[in-house]
């Protein structure tokens, strides 16, 4: 156990460092941040322990709150509550990263390296299968992406409706890439189910509407306007009474107000995915 100690304090330290290497990040410095990670994965033990027990006492490794409140709530609700601790994760979290920074600059096979061996220290944790997937699928390694999207399926100790819910939208993704706008639609309004107000969803719904419409128009072919006309939303299908118009082509898509993009939150719809 005093080993055990030891290893707990190193990775509490480091993971107080990955959050640094955060901050950073956050602030647009990239190389300092990254330079922090590097530091912090020279470190990370070759035999990984993410959980263990102590007498009737759980011990989990933790990415942050949300991760913690998920786990407790889905344990409540099937049963097996239990006593807890929550350690902040270090050496997964700081692997992850590195592949996000790796998409980021466009580096997708080494991107691909750091998300497997921070997969192999969490295996539990959808977020390196979807950010895998993000750089597969630049690499237009379509089927590859997609059984990573589809293999996040329901919800679990470790995957929140969140999780479901982004996993459906890049299955919605890969399906517009490939021209599949049926199944495009159902992955995006199913992932509604999960997170109901997600802008990225409802964009991409309307992104489908345009393009039946206007076969493929690009952007500047595409113009808005205010309206109160009676009408059927393209994007959800509710009749509404005030929203807005989208002229496509010489044709006109009417979108109700809930389902109008909000461009502080969200990419416009045409960048969503690219």
Sequence with gaps: MAAMNGRGEIETADAEKVDQALQALQRGDDRAGEALLLE???????????QFEVGDELSIK?????????????????GTERKL????????????????????GKRYAEAI???ERGSTLEPTNPKFSF???????????????LALFESVSRVGPHVSPNDVARALR???A??????????????????????????????????????RLGMGAAPSEITTSSGSSAGRCEVCGKEFTSGKLATVRGK??????????????SKKWWEVWK
């Design 40 to 50: 912090i994965v020279r470190r990370a033990p070759a035999t990984y322990v993410y």
């Design 62 to 78: 933790f990415w942050d709150r949300a991760e913690f409140m998920h786990y407790v709530a889905w344990m409540k609700d099937n």
């Design 85 to 104: 601790t929550w350690f902040s994760s270090a050496y997964p979290r700081a692997f992850y990263y590195l592949g996000f920074l790796r998409v980021k």
């Design 113 to 115: 390296e750091f998300l």
């Design 131 to 145: 950010e895998k997937a993000m750089a597969l699928m630049q690499m237009r390694r379509f089927n590859e992406a």
């Design 170 to 172: 890049g299955r919605g």
């Design 174 to 211: 890969i399906c517009v890439e490939a021209g599949e706008l049926d199944r495009a639609e159902a992955a995006f309004r199913e992932s509604l189910n999960w997170e109901p107000e997600s802008n990225v969803a409802l964009n991409e719904l309307l992104y489908i509407a345009l393009l």
């Design 252 to 265: 006109t898509v009417f979108v109700c107000e809930t389902c109008q993009m909000t461009e502080s939150k």
